[in-house]
């Protein structure tokens, strides 16, 4: 119904399923923004940003780099806050690399489940 808009509103759209749409809808929009995955200098750097009130001096980035491997901004980002209230409920200020490396794989079996999974009949 987007050709039948005619308020002065603006359309925000966002989809995790690009596939699925007719592809003629994206021509309905004056900008289109894709988003890819993290390179793993942009893993570290939010990883880093996410959790900055820790110690991080420790992390072993090539690990966690590979562990977040395929997991969007928002999966790491997650991630990260999930180490960060583990270290809290331990009482530790420093994160740990393995702990970071559970919980990545933790949401990558997650988005692995979600996309497997089959939506109804």
Not at 38 to 46: F, R, S
Not at 64 to 70: I, M, Q, W, Y
Not at 84 to 93: G, M, S
Request: hydrophobic content about 40%; charged content about 25%.
């Amino acid at each position: 119904f987007l050709e039948t808009d005619d308020t002065d509103s603006l359309i925000l759209a966002a989809t995790n399923h690009q596939e699925i749409l007719d592809p003629a809808l994206f021509r309905r929009f004056d900008d289109v923004i894709r988003y890819g995955y993290p390179n793993p200098e942009q893993v570290e750097l939010l990883v880093q940003n996410r959790l900055n009130s820790f110690d991080l001096s420790r992390v072993q980035w090539n690990k966690v780099c590979h562990a977040a491997s395929g997991l969007s901004f928002a999966e790491v980002t997650r991630a990260s806050s999930e180490a960060a209230k583990a270290a809290v409920l331990d009482d530790r200020a420093e994160i740990e690399t393995d702990q970071l490396i559970d919980m990545l794989l933790e949401r990558s079996a997650i988005t692995k489940d979600e996309n497997t999974s089959s939506v109804g009949p």
